[in-house]
């Protein structure tokens, strides 16, 4: 199969994708080493490693460039978190199908609101045509931030959400924000299949599962918590004069081996 087919196949109710979100070549090398089936970038993690705020427009280019390296590096397969699209949805999905990715994450709000559904699904169209003229099948998870931005009738509004999005060639929908069970199961009966994002005290995968996901990410959490690692390393250095913070580093001959060029 080629990779989007391993993509699409690794969406299974019961037996979800997991994806830990990377953000640079090192930490999706290791992410795919310690055993990821597929590595998805997170806007937020490639923003900050290039030193501006998520949201903030990072632009095609970079993201595609940052895609690139990173498809090049892993042999798993890859999807690209693109935010809104960048204002060109044609050009960005195109950029980043060309630099590697077989799978796209796309939102459906700007500037802090949603877009009508009926303009987000045109979207979602030119996406899945950008695709198809290149030949890739590629998975397209539709985010909506119906829950993020706490929406009156969150269920029912993404579930108007699902139908527009399935119509307009949409692959699953992702729900951030959204850790209610029963809530996700019922998505999980809608139109398409549901991408859910999980951190800390949130429901375990296997939960996850049994409400019908059949896929659950990271997002942004993995990078945060690196960046954690050298905020606290850096405070106890200055402060205690100790090193204890960085103890379960990833050693060095490691990273040296991964890094390697056909490692």
Do not use: C
Request: avoid cysteine.
């Amino acid at each position: 199969m080629s990779k989007a087919e391993i993509l699409a196949s690794l969406h299974k109710k019961g037996d979800p994708l997991l994806l830990p979100n990377a953000w640079d070549v090192a930490s999706a090398i290791v992410v795919a080493d310690a055993g990821a089936k597929a590595v998805a970038t997170t806007s937020a993690g490639v923003a900050w490693s290039l030193g501006v705020p998520d949201g903030a427009d990072l632009g095609t280019e970079r993201v595609a460039a940052v895609v690139e390296r990173i498809a090049a590096a892993v042999d798993v397969p890859v999807t690209a978190d693109i935010e809104s699209g960048y204002g060109d949805i044609d050009a960005t999905v195109t950029a980043v199908l060309q630099a590697g990715a077989v799978g796209v994450n796309i939102e459906d709000a700007a500037g802090g609101a949603l877009l009508d559904p009926s303009e987000q699904a045109e979207r979602l169209a030119a996406a899945r045509a950008a695709a198809d003229r290149l030949g890739i099948p590629a998975w397209i998870n539709a985010r909506t931030d119906v829950f993020l931005l706490g929406t009156d009738n969150g269920v029912q509004e993404a579930l108007k959400r699902s139908e527009a999005y399935a119509a307009a060639g949409a692959s699953s929908l992702f729900v951030p924000g959204l850790i209610d069970l029963a809530a996700i199961a019922e998505l999980a009966a809608g139109p398409l299949p549901i991408a859910v994002m999980a951190w800390a005290g949130a429901p375990s995968v296997a939960e996850f599962a049994a409400a019908g996901a059949v896929r659950v990410s990271l997002g942004s959490a993995i990078a945060q918590a690196a960046y954690a690692v050298a905020a606290r390393s850096t405070a106890e250095l200055l402060s205690s004069g100790t090193y204890d913070t960085t103890a379960d580093a990833l050693p060095y001959g490691d990273l040296q081996r991964l890094t390697q060029p056909g490692a």
